[in-house]
């Protein structure tokens, strides 16, 4: 199921943020978006998930789901919730109306949504919880798509397994973050520069381990680093 960003333009005033941006994302594709910093990458990927609204222009999700621009005469009032999967960046967009509509692609009451698993630039950990827990906490009422043992296994020392997120190392979160999302069932994995705080080794390690839990999901990925581009063996989309 292909993604289409369709002249899509995001403000933050005074500065504008996107503009008219169009690309799309096939099904199954893996993707890093690059770009200098402050170019608009993170505001893509929140526009993507539905954590932000589009001022101009249409995402197309298939599956006959769209979202856009709101018109300003319309006025609508509106909520934005979090479910207990916030940190897999699961969520719903609603109106008070009987209108519904996706924000990104969780749309309330349809079985059938594209459902997003992802990274974000801050971790999101539950710092009383160690590793394995902090992955079933995003479980809902489907199950996993891995189990916790599966995903960590490679990426993250077994030792550290047990052992509180608040107690572990930055890139020792970043790896269980990355675990999470990747054992969270989604049809698509959306990673905010997730290989921050990782050396070489560690990096090589946790990118063998994304593509051998993607299980064909489509995969976006923000980075900086053309390796990181070449190691995921992905398309290269630039801002």
């Known amino acids: 199921m292909p993604i289409e960003f369709r002249n899509v333009s995001k403000s933050f005033p005074p500065k504008d943020v996107l503009a008219a941006v169009s690309f799309v994302l096939e099904d199954g594709g893996i993707y890093c978006l690059m770009g200098p910093s402050g170019i608009g990458k993170t505001t893509l990927l929140r526009l993507l998930m539905g954590l932000e609204i589009p001022?101009?222009?249409?995402?197309?999700m298939g599956r006959g789901q769209s979202y856009g621009a709101y018109k300003k005469d319309r006025a609508r009032e509106q909520t934005y919730r979090m479910d207990g999967a916030l940190i897999a960046g699961k969520g719903q967009f609603r109106t008070k109306r009987k209108e519904r509509y996706a924000a990104g692609p969780n749309q309330s009451g349809q079985s059938?949504?594209?459902?997003?698993?992802?990274?974000?630039q801050e971790n999101r950990l539950l710092n009383f919880a160690d590793a394995v827990q902090n992955i079933r906490a995003v479980s809902g009422k489907d199950g996993l798509l891995f189990a916790?043992?599966?995903v960590l296994d490679g990426m993250l020392e077994k030792e550290a397994w047990r052992q509180p997120a608040g107690r572990q190392s930055g890139g020792m979160q970043r790896r269980v973050a990355i675990a999470r999302a990747l054992a969270a069932r989604s049809e698509l994995l959306v990673m905010d520069e997730p290989f921050t705080g990782l050396d070489?080794?560690?990096?090589?390690?946790?990118i063998r381990k994304i593509l051998s839990c993607r299980a064909g999901r489509t995969l976006i990925v923000?980075?900086?680093?053309?390796?990181?581009?070449r190691l995921l063996g992905a398309?290269?989309?630039?801002?």
Request: charged share 40%; aromatic share 2%.
């Open 55 to 60: 001022d101009a222009g249409e995402i197309r």
């Open 112 to 120: 059938d949504q594209l459902r997003i698993s992802a990274v974000f």
């Open 148 to 150: 916790p043992e599966e």
């Open 200 to 206: 070489g080794a560690a990096k090589e390690r946790t």
């Open 222 to 229: 923000v980075t900086h680093q053309e390796e990181d581009a």
């Open 235 to 239: 398309e290269v989309l630039r801002l």
